[in-house]
């Protein structure tokens, strides 16, 4: 959103799915309104801690059935729409002509929502994606340019289902 009209070239700033995982949207396993996955209280951050090792502890809130679970995760899963912890389906997903599109939280999403954005307007051009970022790993179909104008309006779908910030399990959609 922040980039739209916006022609500065897009950065890569190396994020790691790693850098989402303080707040994972997943649908809630009893009354599937939106519930987030968070460290659980007093769990230190993971961004600071090199890739493989993301804190195992974490609590699934659900504020609109009042939902609390604990986990410490032993088998802990990427690259699929899933939460990592308690491997329930992310709340941020949709189909994209057989693809399914996934961002962990709100930030997860704007940033995809910018990558492709910028891509659209570079083409032609090789993204300036660092080896080792999130948006490197992206797979082939997000990058297609036949697929851009569909993905946009995806996320754009996306960003309409979250919860207002103020009340992080809002409404069903
Ligand atoms: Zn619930």
Redesign the pocket.
């Known amino acids: 959103m922040a980039a739209k009209g916006h022609r500065a070239r897009f950065q890569d700033r190396r994020e790691h799915l790693y850098d989402f995982l303080d707040e994972v949207l997943v649908r809630?396993p009893?009354?599937t309104?939106c519930?987030v996955v968070v460290p659980r209280p007093s769990t230190p951050p993971d961004r600071t801690k090199p890739p493989g090792a993301p804190h195992p502890d974490r609590r699934l809130r659900?504020d609109?059935?009042a939902?609390v679970r604990d986990t410490t995760a032993t088998t802990l899963t990427f690259g699929t729409p899933h939460d990592p912890y308690f491997h329930h389906p992310l709340w941020l997903q949709a189909d994209v002509r057989g693809h399914i599109l996934w961002a962990y939280n709100a930030q997860h999403l704007t940033l995809l929502e910018t990558y492709v954005s910028a891509h659209l307007r570079e083409r032609g051009t090789a993204a300036p994606a660092a080896p080792t970022s999130l948006l490197e790993r992206l797979p082939t179909w997000i990058k297609s340019a036949k697929n851009r104008t569909k993905i946009l309006q995806t996320i754009h779908h996306l960003h309409a289902t979250l919860p207002p910030p103020d009340t992080p399990a809002g409404p069903q959609p």
């Open positions: 809630c009893r009354c309104a519930a659900c609109t059935c939902l």
